[in-house]
């Protein structure tokens, strides 16, 4: 989560069972020609694995650059966002307003598959709340491209706000029949008991 999941708030989480954590939202092309945006937004320790360093981006020259300039062993996996919804997102051409654009999420999974000493892996939103082929053959292509893991949020981009309502479980089941690799539920957990109806998924 941007401004939420820095490291002292990781090591809070894995304190109390956390096993995987992610960096926040990191801007690729920020990352990539900023050593000051890199120092400010990347920390990490020993104790703070396992952890997916997740950057934003549309282009992937730029995804890559920015990954490949993260301290040698710091991460388990680098993560490509496209579940961001906020207006940012829209503005800088990235987030789920990459989702119309499957062709661009393939190509940025690829190179980091292909380029990368450790695990690519992609959170994704529902397509859209309509047609739940278009998430299906994303998340195939996303699979067939070398993503190793899949995190879905169980709502569109358009679902923030006063509009977010729950998260489609059904969809995500769906999603988890489809793909043969690990896929995280995401998205309206916010107690125990809630937790559990992902794991009935």
Known sequence: MVDQSEL?????????GTEL???PMLHSRMFS????YRKEQFSTCPEDRPLFAQFCGDDPA??????????????????????????????GHY????????????????????????P???????VNANELQD??????????????????HGRTKEMKGQSTGPPNWDAIAAVKRRVGIPLIANGGIHTPPGSFLGFRV
């Open 8 to 16: 002292a708030f990781r090591m809070l989480c894995r304190r109390y």
């Open 21 to 23: 954590c992610y960096t």
């Open 33 to 36: 020609t900023q050593p000051k």
């Open 62 to 91: 730029t995804v890559l650059a920015a990954a490949k300039l993260l301290p040698p062993n710091s991460v388990d996996a680098v993560d490509l966002n496209c579940g961001c919804p906020q207006g940012i997102a829209r503005k």
């Open 95 to 118: 987030g789920a307003f990459l989702l119309s654009e499957p062709d661009v999420i393939e190509g940025i999974v690829r190179t980091l598959d292909r380029e990368l000493s450790v």
């Open 120 to 126: 690519s892996t992609v959170k994704i939103r529902l």
């Open 135 to 152: 998430t299906l053959n994303l998340v195939s292509r996303l699979e067939a491209a070398g993503a190793s893991v899949l995190c879905l």
